[in-house]
């Protein structure tokens, strides 16, 4: 032992020294060791022994010589190879810096190999704090990126004198890091003014020998590390590393080889059979935006998978798992040389696709359908391009997983599912590693968390050690691990770990399930609970889009089958749904992403909604005749839902004015309505002396306060008050909202207690709408000097619900806007809108699984309901949701500073309404009417000729438990239309769907749109018998 860090004690054990002082120890028989046992916080002194004595004489970099010549041109905007080698380049030097942030330096680059190292591996290195891409010939060749440890590209792996000497190289350097440009850390919003530093380009020659015999230092000793001294292995790396010190010359390359034969033959040793067997596979999570705008991720793609081929040209049982669809049909048309080569590795099984949808989306707020389309969109394009689709569904990082996600899983051919996010938990450790989820309906897939906890695993011993470990109760050949670009040689030298796929490793997991755990609901995700809140404007536009494509497609769809002369637009909505799908992506949905991810996502949005509106107005047209221009006095409306809907509407007048109108509307159709309807109980407003105001319409009774708050809200079918005793809804809150670190993502506990109540008047309430068909009343507070609330509180004559459109002049930094509604309910649990259904999550804080939902997430309404009685609250832009006891919150706007220093800084639109209730919210049709408010009513000017009240239905549904969610046309069937439908009170029903559609024949499909059965369901006068278990989705594919 000659390092004097070690000392010998009186039992004969050798203690290492740590620099902090504290004693470990280490051995007490290894007298002759050379080698000593890494400290965690130093660099390991191994490398100090063979890598400093390795690279006196022979370096792992031998010779090396300058590049011939080097110029570059700065361009603002991400450009094509052949526009780039066009312009005009200028001398640059190594040292040069490079920027502003977001630009691209294009280099040329000249070099010649010196003859003297024929026979050598040459490499050229490029070493700059930008992420860069090498291009050789017009093709791309290596990413190269200093944050992720790749700074070398092969130019020879032997130098002979045929091959050319001479090159002309280019590389395309982007002014960003690996996670951006963050102003001082790495989540802080990006400093616009950033320059890059070129510190190296050189060619270099690579001992390829030398770098074998450092990984087999750096393995042998995180053994020793790791494994712990108790264990035997750990001393057989030591002792073994001890050989292979003593027989290597530095001076006598020749030796080398002998050296790195001892590594193998101790790490070839083979397992005992209750050995785990780790299940390793390359993958690279590239987030399609983040800390990087959307355009830079087309890049990413291609310096990542790019480097992942050079990987499998040299180690052809390399498997490296990628997911997205979209990255894969950016990288199909930005760089279609790489992309043929991606098909043909993926030919040979090494380049292997997962997941199955268009984005990894966020797992929480985007609705059923378009987590349906994600797959739908995904699966296709995936058996497109590679004539096949995905068998798991791969989603590792975000921030919490719905529970109808097993059965559209399930729906779209998908069994298995791989994530390891909940391993994030704040407070709770989830308890399994391997097991069943099951989903609010019963499906259920086969799960696997990585239990190395991450998708950024190295596998690097550590990893390994851990991942076997924390493996606890599982069968024993459970994992899967997954590996880096750059060192995935490190892994496989160890026996334990195989190089495997996807495939393989679940089919291993399927043969025995019979011990595995199954759990139940959601895979809530205790942290980034803010989430649901951040950057509103990004959640309302997926509301809104989510909404105007269901309409086009209902409209579209009945024009299509009525008439001849229309034609579906398929390609133009299946451009519009995928960039709804993008935006979904889980960092720009969730409101996690830097400012000009919000703006990309914004333009999306509104391009969406314009093309969507348009498609919307030729459809109806086409479909009812008339236009906005057209001048008669009578209107159609068109329902998209399927339920009759009595509503009041804005109705334009022959004087070019709009007059409020009741009108009943019938299911999937139109009425034409040349009278409104009377309604049976006008609503009357009555101004009380003290400013404050009552409001009735036959269901409900509502009193305001000046400034706005209900101080009393009676059901008057029920005689029953929801509003306790000496408090008051729609009361605005304000909370501090400084989390601990994820600025964007997280609300901790503790904003809890920092509770204001907003209500300093501004604009005492007035009366707006006197009665009659509506009664409203408008007022404003302030929530600071910059932040003010504007509210118009309407109820409407036949509407069981109190709306307040609301808006919101937002001005904060670190504050958190909800609104609470206490109520008179008492239950345990409050119920929340999820995707096709609903679940229950505890209105109590018991355990710390209870606690830890302090804020959950839900769609378009949450309800509080004891039996007989409840109150829901719906909103049309929303997902933030709390119910502690009796008091229901709906969670408004956030004032996050990082990733984007300006998020949520603007005004602000939005809905909600309070609805109680008699009986069960499934009798009372809360589902319905929150659908009503995100689903307004079409209202066109009908023709002059147009004289008499008509209506017509193109679908309903007997039974109020089914919803008819989408009307499509079917994919590549221009003669058929897909129906999906979902049982929503959670029951087992068996229904009728009637249509006045031509249908020729039904048939139940999957998903993705494939006929599940040969015999079609029997039509009897226009209907269709239908059977649904709770939450069940079924699809029909109707044919004409
Ligand atoms: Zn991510």
């Given at each position: 032992m000659h390092d004097s860090r070690y000392k010998e004690t009186k039992q004969g054990f050798y203690w290492l020294c740590r620099s902090d002082g504290i004693e470990e120890k280490l051995t007490?028989?290894?007298?002759?060791?050379?080698v000593c046992y890494c400290v965690?916080?130093?660099?390991a002194p191994l490398r100090y022994n063979i890598k400093g004595n390795i690279d006196a004489l022979?370096?792992?970099?031998g010779a090396c010589c300058p590049i011939e010549s080097l110029s570059y041109f700065l361009t603002p905007s991400r450009i094509l190879y052949e526009n780039a080698v066009m312009q005009e380049f200028i001398p640059a030097k190594v040292g040069d810096s490079f920027g502003p942030t977001w630009w691209t330096s294009w280099f040329r680059v000249t070099l010649t190999i010196p003859?003297?190292?024929?026979g050598e591996e040459v490499h050229l290195v490029w070493e700059s704090d930008g992420e860069a891409l090498l291009w050789r010939n017009g093709i791309p060749v290596q990413g190269l990126t200093k944050e992720g440890e790749k700074i070398s590209y092969?130019?020879?792996?032997k130098l002979t004198?045929?091959?050319?000497h001479s090159l002309e190289l280019y590389v395309e350097l982007a002014c960003n890091g690996l996670f951006g440009a963050?102003?001082?850390?790495?989540?802080?919003?990006?400093?616009?003014?950033r320059s890059f530093t070129l510190y190296k380009a050189e060619l270099v020659v690579f001992n390829r020998d030398v770098h074998e015999l450092l990984i087999d230092f750096e393995v042998l000793s995180d053994i020793a590390k790791h494994l712990?001294?108790?264990?035997?292995h750990s001393y057989q790396a030591l002792y073994t590393a001890n050989k292979m010190v003593n027989a290597c010359?530095?001076?006598?390359?020749?030796?080398f080889a002998k050296v790195h034969r001892l590594a193998s033959d101790f790490l070839q040793q083979e397992n005992g059979k209750s050995q785990h067997t780790v299940h390793a596979m390359g993958h690279c999570h590239i987030d399609?935006?983040?800390?990087?705008p959307y355009e830079e991720t087309i890049r990413k793609c291609a310096r990542s998978w790019v480097s992942v081929l050079r990987l499998m040209e040299k180690n052809p049982s390399f498997i490296f798992t990628c997911s997205q669809a979209q990255q894969f049909e950016w990288v199909k048309s930005w760089y279609p040389g790489l992309y043929t080569q991606i098909q043909e590795f993926a030919e040979k099984g090494q380049f292997v696709i997962v997941?199955?949808?268009?984005?990894?989306?966020?797992?929480?707020?985007?609705s059923g359908e378009s987590m349906v389309r994600q797959f739908l969109q995904g699966q296709r394009f995936f058996q497109q391009e590679f004539g096949k689709q995905c068998c798991e569904f791969w989603l590792p990082d975000t921030f919490g997983y719905s529970a109808q996600l097993p059965q559209i899983m399930q729906g779209c051919g998908i069994t298995r599912f791989l994530t390891q996010?909940?391993?994030?938990?704040?407070?709770?450790?989830?308890?399994?590693?391997t097991f069943f989820w099951e989903g609010i309906d019963g499906s259920r897939v086969l799960t696997h968390f990585?239990?190395?906890?991450?998708?950024?695993?190295?596998?690097k011993v550590e990893e390994d050690l851990s991942t076997k470990i924390k493996?606890?109760?599982?069968?024993?050949i459970r994992y899967h691990g997954s590996s880096p670009l750059?060192?995935?040689d490190d892994a496989f030298r160890?026996?334990?770990?195989k190089q495997s796929s996807p495939e393989t490793f679940f089919s291993i997991l399927e043969?025995?399930?019979?011990?595995l755990c199954t759990w139940v609901g959601e895979l809530f995700?205790?942290?980034?609970?803010g989430s649901y809140t951040s950057q509103a404007k990004i959640k309302k536009g997926n509301r809104k889009c989510e909404c105007i494509l269901h309409s086009v497609e209902v409209v579209s769809s009945l024009a299509s089958v009525q008439k001849d002369t229309f034609e579906y637009p398929s390609s133009q909505l299946q451009h519009l749904w995928r960039l709804l799908l993008l935006n979904q992506f889980h960092d720009v949905l969730p409101g996690t992403c830097i400012q000009p991810v919000v703006e990309d996502a914004v333009k999306f949005y509104e391009e969406i909604q314009s093309n969507g509106n348009e498609l919307l107005k030729e459809a109806i047209q086409c479909l009812l005749g008339g236009s906005e221009q057209e001048t008669g006095k009578n209107i159609h409306v068109l329902n998209t839902l399927s339920w009759e809907r009595t509503e009041v509407i804005s109705m334009p007048r022959l004087e070019g004015d709009e007059v409020l109108a009741l009108i009943k509307v019938p299911s999937v159709g139109f009425a034409t309505v040349t009278k409104p309807l009377v309604p049976p109980h006008p609503v009357i407003v009555n101004s009380q002396g003290d400013g404050s105001v009552l409001m009735e319409n036959g269901i409900l009774k509502v009193a305001f306060d000046s400034s706005g708050r209900i101080t009393s809200l009676s059901h008057l079918l029920y005689k029953r008050e929801t509003i306790p005793d000496g408090c008051c809804g729609n009361q605005f809150v304000l909370f501090d909202d400084v989390p601990l670190y994820w600025d964007a993502w997280d609300v901790m506990?503790?904003?809890?207690?920092t509770r204001k109540p907003v209500s300093q008047v501004v604009k005492p309430l007035e009366v707006v709408c006197p009665g009659g068909v509506r009664g409203s009343v408008r007022y404003s507070i302030r929530i600071s000097d910059s932040s003010k609330i504007r509210q118009e509180i309407i109820l409407d004559a036949c509407c069981p619900y109190v709306k307040f459109k609301t808006e919101v002049e937002w001005h904060e930094a670190h504050k958190f806007l909800k609104v609470e509604f206490p109520t008179t309910v008492h239950s345990l649990n409050a119920t929340y809108e999820i995707q096709f259904g609903h679940l229950q999550r505890p209105t109590?804080?018991?355990?710390s699984w209870d606690w830890a939902r302090f804020e959950v997430w839900g769609h378009k309404w949450a309800d509080l309901s004891e039996h007989g009685f409840g109150v829901a609250i719906l909103n049309d832009c929303k997902y933030g949701y709390s119910v502690h006891r009796n008091i229901m919150t709906l969670s408004l706007l956030r004032a996050p500073k990082?990733?984007?220093?300006?998020?949520?800084?603007d005004h602000h639109q939005f809905t909600y309404a309070i609805m109680p209730h008699a009986g069960s919210f499934q009798e009372a049709n809360v589902i319905q009417f929150a659908y009503n408010i995100n689903y307004p009513l079409h209202i066109v000017p009908a023709e002059p000729s147009v004289s008499a009240s008509s209506f017509w239905s193109a679908f309903s549904i007997q039974?109020?438990?089914?919803?008819?969610e989408t009307i499509k046309q079917a994919e590549d069937r221009q003669n058929a239309l897909v129906a999906r439908l979902y049982e929503s009170h959670g029951s087992t029903v068996v229904t009728w769907l009637h249509t006045s559609?031509?249908?020729?024949q039904a048939i139940w499909c999957d998903l993705l749109e494939?006929?599940?059965?040969i015999k079609p369901l029997s039509i009897t006068d226009f209907q269709i018998q239908l059977s649904f278990t709770p939450f069940q989705i079924r699809s029909l594919l109707l044919t004409f």
């Open positions: 007490n028989n290894f007298p002759f060791l050379n965690p916080s130093e660099e022979c370096r792992l970099f003859k003297a190292w024929k092969v130019l020879t792996e004198d045929e091959e050319p963050g102003q001082g850390s790495m989540i802080s919003a990006p400093d616009p003014n712990g001294i108790e264990n035997q010359d530095v001076e006598d390359r020749s030796t399609t935006a983040w800390l990087w997941g199955g949808t268009w984005v990894e989306m966020d797992g929480n707020l985007p996010k909940l391993s994030w938990n704040l407070v709770n450790e989830f308890p399994h590693h990585p239990p190395g906890n991450s998708y950024e695993m190295k596998c493996i606890k109760a599982d069968p024993p750059s060192k995935c160890m026996r334990w770990v043969a025995d399930t019979t011990m995700l205790e942290l980034h609970n506990d503790y904003h809890l207690e109590h804080r018991n355990t990082a990733p984007d220093a300006t998020a949520d800084m039974s109020p438990a089914v919803v008819l559609l031509p249908v020729k494939q006929p599940m059965t």
